[in-house]
């Protein structure tokens, strides 16, 4: 997430200073190891440094918690290929997995 000023100073010093605790990673290579986060496949080495950047970053909190809510969703939709779609389940999203349905034939 952008940052100015006096906060851009802020967060480069504190990323400093946290990264003396130990390895750190970006909100980049975060993205980059979300997929193995979520299933547990990380080394504990990785573990650590995502979670200490998961203690520092607000916005990688945020979109960890939306991907693992995508997960469930997606997992919720396709329990019951059948039956009904769950009310949470967004009116979007079940309009795009009918057209791709279609789309495959």
């Known amino acids: ?4 000023g006096a906060k851009k100073v802020f967060h480069r010093m504190m990323w400093a200073v946290m990264g003396m605790f130990g390895p750190m990673i970006s909100c980049r290579e975060l993205t980059d190891f979300l997929e193995r986060y979520v ?3 990380l080394t504990p080495e990785e573990q650590r440094a995502f979670d200490r950047h998961l203690s520092m970053c607000r916005p990688c909190r ?3 918690a939306s991907y693992r809510k995508t997960i469930e969703l997606e997992r919720s939709a396709f329990a019951g290929p059948d039956g009904p779609v769950p009310d949470e389940v967004p009116e979007e999203l079940v309009r795009g997995v009918l057209a791709a349905r279609r789309a495959a034939g």
């Open 39 to 41: 299933d547990g496949g």
């Open 1 to 4: 997430m952008p940052v100015s």
């Open 62 to 64: 945020a979109y960890v």
